[in-house]
Structure formats: structure tokens, C-alpha cells
């Protein structure tokens, strides 16, 4: 569906040159008006449902609130551009104004995707991001994915505090400016993903409770507050209404949903994923992917393309930092053998009772799979972001080590993901920060080190103490990625090498390729294999420990060997420690 056919259920639309209609669904209210700046207010017509809407002459540019029976004025749910912040006016846009350059944009095939996970604020916003586009095609990237970008309190926050899903923040730039960035990624050959959040909505400038407090259930809690009651259809439509218009408004090439186990209503994703199919025009590849802790294999064999594989980062983080605490307890017995099966099916946890989770069954069994319906990756905003530090692997594990996962992750059939910065040996944290008023700040901040009591090195308050503080601008300017003055240009060198090889071996084989078998060769090594498509077989063996381990002797076919002492090792039968090579050719 082209923009022109196109309109949201809420909010603002354009209807003629200077012509707006105004809706919300606002039953808790008896009245609603819309509150265009320097006019009268604007009666809305209510009906059964609790439906308010009304026309006005107007057009793009014009601010606008609605303004409640007690006189309370907020901004639009669904409102495409905010003027400041979450408590400013809203802005009606012309969805229609911007010129695409690149409109004969398809897409790419699924397969062919390596992602690059970015956070637009530490780039300089949507037109910064923009400028690395040409290294990131250069590397070898083929998809970069933005964290969220819907309006946050504030000009500094990861965006899971995101309260107006809708409109693009405007501390990174304007609609237009993003519309920009998403036709400079197709010139590029790029697709561009965008990070949505349906789980939850932040703690400053949600105004729903005041006039759609049935948006929330007042029987299911999340870490974030009241249930999102996805049974009711007005919350439903919201939500399909959001995917749809960044897949359409803006042409993004797929979605990430953000930690979808927090919706209370899974059938709702499939529902949604359906409306999707059924409403993008079918000649564009469009592409969904899900985070979901509870490992829900059905969904992958629907309308999903794949899901961050928290379990494959979850043991090579184990057995490249030997970390035990939190989650990683549930990979720290017999990780190389956990670690196997990552590789061949893809979840670990597929109905095993976890450990952390007080032994609660987790996940459903996903070796009917293809490779390609898991992202697997070594790093991101979360797996970095959560630790009180936000130290990466680049300050936490070897280097040699880290180096061979990366072939391994690089050249697995499963779908890559960098996060920003690891191409580059980058030794910045990436911290957890915001920008709040002082009162949600200090909140934030003493919840955030109360998080990290449960953990030996912080038991001391003073240790705690030391964590940074979310609010202050240094704990942002601290996040941005920089290249190792060192290591930096021998590691993006590394990448570059990894994904021509992936993009000229592996990716052509991809389609119809699927696991032979993995196991365990070594306390901290793998040896597993794959059918590709073409009928190949892709060997990869991967010793992520400190030892040598015993390997089948084979040196036909050999593209990828970490060094030429590691290639000479292999057809003597061993693999050397912290290494990794990979073998293509008949079985």
C-alpha cells in the first residue's frame, strides 16, 4: 500500500489541502476538544465506543493538543512530530511531502541480511547516522537497525522510554531528516530496521491513564508497570497502526519487537504480523524479528523471519568471560556442549526447567528451523547496556578468543548482528542513560544501583555507589563508539575479510540450508556442520579454550583459518586455542 492509500485509525490525517480530521479513543472523558494553538478550542464528536473526533481547516505544520473535560491538555498518542518534547504541542504532518528518491527500493532477501545495531543519539542523530552509511557498506554490512526512536522524555535515553510511538524524536532530527536517512541506507544498498517497544510505555509524558486508563489491564504487572490489555481491538489496532505506518509512512525494511514475552496476548503478534503481509505491497521484502525471552518456536514458522537468540549469546559470553552470576548460570555447566546445540537448533532452553527463572520451563523445541530464523550475536544495547559498567567484550575476554567467536559468528548460517562499535575493537562502555526531571532521575538512579545488590561485587553500598549515574551528560558522552587506537583498524579489517567471505560462500548457499549435526570437541569447543542449499556442507570448528583440542584431520575445502599455524594444526588433526576455521565443500 502506497502512502496515499494510507491513513492512521488515531491521531491526525490529512483529508484535503488544508483540512485535518482529529481522532482519539479517550472513554474515560464525556468531552474532548481539539486545542489548535491561537484558535478557540475545537469541540470533538464522541461516540458509543468512546471515539472522539472532529475536522478542522488546517493544515501540516499546525501544533495541536486535546484538552480534556477538566481542562488537561495533552499531546496526540498518535501524533507524527511533536514541536519539543513529549509535553509540547503536536504537529500535523503531510505524510505525503517528502520526495523519495529511491521509491523503486525493494528490498533484500532475508538471508542476505548482517545487521548493525546503532543507538542514533551517540551517531549525532539521523543525519550523523547517515554519514556512516558508506564505511558501514564497505564493511560488508547490509542492514543497519535503529534502537528505538519514538519521542522519550528528554534529548538523551535508549528509547525504551519511549511515550509517543509515532512521532521520531526531535532531538535527532526532523521526519523529513529520518525519511532521508532511510532512502541514503537504500542508496547504499542498505536496508534499514527500526526497533519498535509494544511492551510498555515510559514513566514521563504518558498521559493515557488521564483519558484511556482501559489501555492498560488493572490485573497484570510488568517490570514497567500495568499490562498493555491487548484484548481490547482499540489497543490492538494502535499497535498494528504503528508497524504499518514505519513500514509504509517511512519504508523501513523490517522491525525488531522489543521483548514481545511482555505482551499478554501473544496471539496479538501473529495477528499484527498477518495485517503486515497482507497490507505492504508484496514485491517488498519485508522483515520481522522478534525478542522473546520465553523461546516460542511457533511463531517462526509464521510470519516472523527470525529472534535474537539470547541463548547463543548467552554461552559464548560464558566461555569467553567464564561469568557465572545472573542468567549466565544457566550456561555455565557444559557450555561447549550447549553451545552445539545453539548451532544445530538453535535454542538451548526448548522446555527445560531454567535455573535462573526458579527452574521454570522455558522455550519449545525449534529443530524443524531453518538457520536463518535466528540473529545470533556477541554483543548488544542490553547484553552491554545491563551491566553496571557497560563494559564490552573487548575489555572482558581475550582478544585472541573473541576473535575466533567472531568467525564463528560471522560465518554460522544463522543471521548476524553487530552492535556498534565492535567492528572497531571499540573499549567504550555503552552505559544505560536518560534524561529526566530531577525527581524521575533520582528514582532512576537509586533503582538503577538497587538492580546490582544481588551481586557479590556490589553487596557493599559504597561499591554500588560507584555505578554511573544515569542522568548526568557524561554517562552519555561516555557511550559513543570509538575506534581501538590500536587494535581498531586490524579488527575492522577482520570484519571486512569475514563478511566478503560470508557474502561470496555463504550467503548464495543459505536458502534451504539446515543443520547436520553439532558437538561438543573440547570443554570450551565445537565442531558442527550444515547442508546448504546447493548441497555443500559448511564445517566450522570453533576452541574458545585455553588448549588445544583433538580435531578430524581435513584439509579440503578450507576457507577460513584464524592463522596459518591454526590451517597447518587442523591437517594434523588438532585446533589450536582461540581459534576457529571453516571447511566448504562435499560431505
Not at 480530521?21 to 458509543?48: C, G, K, N, T, Y
Request: glycine fraction near 8%; aromatic fraction near 10%; charge should be negative.
Amino acid at each position: 500500500m502506497s502512502v496515499s492509500g494510507w491513513r492512521l485509525s488515531f491521531g491526525a490525517n490529512l483529508i484535503g489541502p488544508n483540512q485535518t480530521e482529529f481522532r482519539i479513543w479517550a472513554p474515560a472523558q464525556r468531552e474532548v476538544s481539539v486545542a489548535i494553538e491561537d484558535r478557540p478550542l475545537l469541540p470533538m464528536a464522541r461516540d458509543e465506543h468512546g471515539w472522539f473526533a472532529a475536522e478542522a481547516t488546517c493544515g501540516p505544520g499546525t501544533r495541536y493538543r486535546y484538552a480534556l473535560q477538566d481542562g488537561t491538555r495533552v499531546p496526540d498518542p498518535a501524533a507524527r512530530a511533536q514541536a519539543t518534547d513529549v509535553h509540547s504541542e503536536s504537529v500535523v504532518v503531510d505524510p505525503a511531502s517528502y520526495r523519495w528518491r529511491r521509491s523503486d527500493w525493494r528490498g533484500r532477501p532475508w538471508h542476505e541480511s548482517v545487521l548493525y545495531e546503532l543507538h542514533v543519539g551517540t551517531f549525532g542523530g539521523f543525519n550523523g547516522v547517515a554519514q556512516q552509511l558508506p564505511r558501514l557498506a564497505e564493511l560488508g554490512i547490509t542492514a543497519i537497525e535503529l534502537m528505538p526512536i519514538a519521542e522519550f522524555p528528554g534529548a538523551r535515553n535508549w528509547g525504551y522510554d519511549g511515550v509517543l510511538p509515532f512521532a521520531p524524536e526531535h532531538s535527532y532530527g526532523s521526519p523529513d531528516e529520518l525519511k532521508a536517512l532511510v532512502d541514503a541506507a537504500h542508496d547504499h544498498g542498505l536496508m534499514i530496521f527500526l526497533d519498535v517497544v509494544y511492551n510498555h510505555f515510559g514513566p514521563d509524558g504518558n498521559y493515557l491513564h488521564a483519558y484511556a486508563p482501559e489501555m492498560f489491564r488493572d490485573n497484570v504487572n510488568t517490570p514497567w508497570g500495568p499490562a498493555i490489555d491487548f484484548r481490547r481491538r482499540q489497543v490492538r489496532d494502535y499497535f498494528i497502526d504503528n508497524a504499518l505506518y514505519w513500514l509504509i509512512e517511512y519504508r523501513f525494511d523490517g522491525l525488531r519487537f522489543d521483548a514481545v514475552h511482555a505482551i499478554g496476548d501473544p496471539d496479538w503478534l501473529d495477528e499484527m504480523a498477518a495485517e503486515v503481509r497482507g497490507t505492504v505491497e508484496p514485491e517488498r521484502k519485508i522483515h520481522l524479528v522478534l525478542e522473546n525471552d520465553d523461546n516460542t518456536a511457533s511463531h517462526l514458522a509464521g510470519n516472523f523471519d527470525a529472534q535474537w537468540n539470547d541463548d547463543g549469546h548467552h554461552v559464548l559470553h560464558t566461555l569467553l568471560t567464564g561469568e557465572r552470576e545472573g542468567y549466565y548460570a544457566d550456561y555455565a555447566e557444559a557450555p561447549a556442549q550447549r553451545l552445539a546445540r545453539c548451532l544445530k537448533e538453535g535454542f538451548i532452553y526448548q522446555g527445560e526447567p531454567s535455573p535462573y527463572r526458579g527452574n521454570k520451563r522455558r522455550g519449545s523445541p525449534s529443530a524443524g528451523l531453518p538457520p536463518t530464523a535466528f540473529v545470533l550475536f556477541l554483543q548488544n544495547h542490553d547484553q552491554i547496556g545491563n551491566r553496571a559498567f557497560g563494559e564490552r567484550l573487548t575489555s572482558l575476554s581475550d582478544p585472541a578468543a573473541l576473535e575466533a567467536a567472531i568467525a564463528l559468528q560471522l560465518l554460522s548460517p544463522q543471521i548476524p548482528l553487530i552492535f556498534m562499535g565492535e567492528e572497531q575493537a571499540s573499549t567504550s562502555p555503552f552505559l544505560f542513560f536518560t534524561d529526566h526531571n530531577p525527581d524521575l532521575a533520582k528514582a532512576v538512579r537509586e533503582g538503577r544501583r538497587r538492580e546490582f545488590s544481588g551481586f557479590a561485587k556490589f553487596a557493599d553500598p559504597d561499591e554500588r555507589a560507584k555505578i554511573p549515574d544515569p542522568n548526568a551528560l557524561d554517562t552519555f558522552e561516555r557511550s559513543k563508539p570509538a575506534a581501538h587506537p590500536m587494535f581498531g583498524g586490524k579488527r575492522q579489517a577482520l570484519y571486512r575479510h569475514l563478511l566478503r567471505l560470508r557474502s561470496a560462500e555463504i550467503v548464495p548457499r543459505l536458502e534451504g540450508a539446515s543443520a547436520l549435526d553439532a558437538r561438543a570437541i573440547g570443554a570450551a569447543a565445537v565442531l558442527a556442520r550444515w547442508r546448504m542449499g546447493d548441497g555443500a556442507v559448511l564445517v566450522i570448528a570453533c576452541n574458545l579454550g585455553t588448549t588445544a583440542v583433538a580435531i578430524p584431520k581435513q584439509d579440503q575445502g578450507l576457507i577460513f583459518a584464524t592463522s596459518d599455524a591454526t590451517a597447518t594444526a587442523v591437517r594434523a588433526g588438532a585446533l589450536p586455542s582461540y581459534s576457529t576455521v571453516a571447511f566448504l565443500g562435499p560431505q
